[in-house]
């Protein structure tokens, strides 16, 4: 079960020569990987390079091209290196094309004026959702790798339309020596809010674009159990806008999240 443990495939890649490593069609979602570990791939390569350990800020990702299971290679550089911040670049290769390109941005704390964030945490507890594995017909292989609940309306191909989806998540490997990739698998999970307003699939659907922004150093949180909530700001024309953040189980914001998809089927 090597090539499925998430921390081992990119343990793998923290310690290749080559900077490559290898998945299996569990991780995928359709043609493709799922976002969160493609991401995940770029974010590990990069890491390689930082002369000191520095907190992941935030992170720009453009899903270029399908990645198939099996190998993958990440070519990484470090565009800018300051005194607190470093700004890099890295893509992710499939024989020999470019499938992902992602800019990341590490910088370390400073003494600064704290504006607290402020929005209303007040989930529902977990065991009033729906587990994922009872709503996973449907849906990608991958999920068998978190814990889950669904917890609003706003299931895909519900046939009930809703701006709004919330769900609890967990890892269930151990992400704890990887606290940044932890997150951004996590904060990728949610599918297109728009696949509620279809009664039944298939729908193709995948992002474009990913903007991540951590409001906290990953480095910091302990929890296991993270709160999203994540919202539809306009869909039209085969293309969505979606945001979401991400909450600790504490009520702490630790990610704000922006996506643009493309979506294939019939007017809803």
């Not at 977990?126 to 917890?151: D, H, V």
């Not at 997150?183 to 903007?211: E, G, M, N, R």
Request: net charge negative.
């Amino acid at each position: 079960m090597q090539n499925s443990d998430l921390s081992a495939i990119l343990t793998r890649l923290q310690l290749s020569d080559s900077n490559t490593t290898s998945f299996s069609e569990e991780w995928s979602q359709g043609r493709s990987a799922f976002g969160g570990i493609s991401s995940a791939f770029a974010v590990t390569g990069i890491r390689k390079l930082l002369s000191s350990p520095q907190p992941l800020r935030s992170l720009m990702v453009s899903f270029t091209a399908p990645i198939p299971p099996g190998e993958i290679s990440v070519e990484a550089r470090i565009l800018r290196q300051g005194r607190n911040v470093t700004q890099a670049s890295a893509s992710v290769i499939v024989g020999g094309d470019s499938c992902l390109q992602a800019m990341a941005v590490f910088g370390n704390p400073r003494e600064a004026i704290s504006v607290p964030a402020q929005f209303d945490f007040d989930p529902p507890p977990r065991e009033q959702g729906i587990p994922t594995e009872k709503y996973a017909t449907r849906l990608p292989p991958f999920l068998r790798f978190f814990e889950g609940y669904w917890m609003s309306e706003g299931l895909p191909f519900s046939g009930r339309p809703s701006r709004n989806l919330q769900m609890w998540v967990r890892h269930r490997g151990d992400m704890s020596t990887l606290p940044a990739e932890k997150l951004i698998t996590i904060a990728d999970i949610p599918p297109p809010v728009i696949l509620s307003y279809f009664d039944k699939p298939p729908v193709q659907a995948s992002s474009l674009s990913w903007s991540l922004e951590f409001v906290v150093p990953p480095e910091s949180i302990d929890t296991d159990w993270f709160f999203l909530d994540f919202d539809i700001e306009a869909a039209a024309d085969g293309y969505t806008q979606q945001s979401g953040k991400i909450f600790t189980d504490s009520g702490q914001l630790c990610a704000l999240s922006r996506q643009c998809m493309v979506y294939f089927g019939p007017a809803a």
